[in-house]
């Protein structure tokens, strides 16, 4: 979950009163509009404080379209795919390690099994955050400290087939306004007993009156095919302090 604060400056030209300094005028403005829509948005942006709800129209994952991957395998087929080629070989070993073929190998559809979500912040416990079978916590999930550093940590389990393109998604609501989107992308995992581990890069909640309240988000763990592992819908605050341990 991405919570940062996106800081938008504007570029003014100053005494450029001609046709040339004009056009230049118009390219640094087409410019800035170029840049705010490639710039995550900050909780700050929407100084609102009353009720939130999540609307159809703002849902998170603006309708990425599916790139066609072409048919599926087991892996098995995988490994005995090009097999006089060398450096494929070697990449396959690589990536499967050593997955026992011999008990997933005929499977064509992989899952992902997220075992714990937990949120990282220096000098303190970690948040552990249990995860619901239906996806929706009741009530409050977890509040953040204003002003903050933290990090969401999360482990996960592959089986059956190589998982292809795993990424995390996450978007916030503050009263039915979008204010924060991240997609992160984890990489292709190959089945194994054991499971991965994944910390996402460090960030600082927003902070001041307008960014404290209670926030609404929703996060999805998603691969190349656009199959839904786990999606959870939850609420969670921004306080002057955190929450007494």
Not at 44 to 63: A, F, K, L
Not at 87 to 112: A, C, H, I, Y
Not at 191 to 202: K, M, N
Request: one cysteine or more; a negative charge; aromatic letters at 8%.
């Amino acid at each position: 979950m991405s919570l940062a604060v996106g800081e938008i400056s504007s570029s003014k030209n100053m005494g450029l009163d001609d046709e040339t300094g004009a056009e230049v005028s118009e390219a640094k403005t087409a410019k800035t509009a170029t840049d705010v829509d490639q710039s995550s948005t900050g909780l700050v942006r929407e100084p609102s404080e009353s009720s939130m709800y999540v609307t159809e129209d703002d849902d998170d994952d603006d309708e990425v379209k599916k790139i066609e991957l072409g048919p599926q395998c087991t892996l098995k087929e995988h490994i005995e795919k090009d097999k006089d080629d060398e450096s494929l070989r070697r990449w396959k070993e690589q990536l499967l390690g050593s997955v026992d073929v011999n008990s997933v190998g005929e499977t064509l559809e992989p899952d992902v099994k997220i075992l714990s979500l937990a949120i990282k912040s220096p000098n303190r416990s970690d948040i552990v955050l249990p995860i619901p079978e239906n996806g929706n916590p009741k009530g409050l999930w977890f509040t953040l400290k204003e002003g903050s550093r933290y990090s969401l940590e999360f482990t996960f389990q592959v089986s059956n087939n190589i998982v292809s393109g795993l990424k995390y998604t996450n978007a916030v609501w503050k009263t039915a306004v979008k204010v924060d989107s991240t997609k992160e992308m984890l990489g292709t995992f190959s089945p194994q007993s054991e499971p991965y581990t994944h910390v996402l890069p460090e960030d600082t909640t927003p902070s001041g009156i307008f960014a404290r309240g209670s926030y609404s988000a929703r996060s999805k763990f998603v691969d190349d095919d656009n199959k839904c592992y786990l999606e959870i819908n939850y609420t969670f605050d921004i306080r002057k302090d955190w929450q007494s341990e």
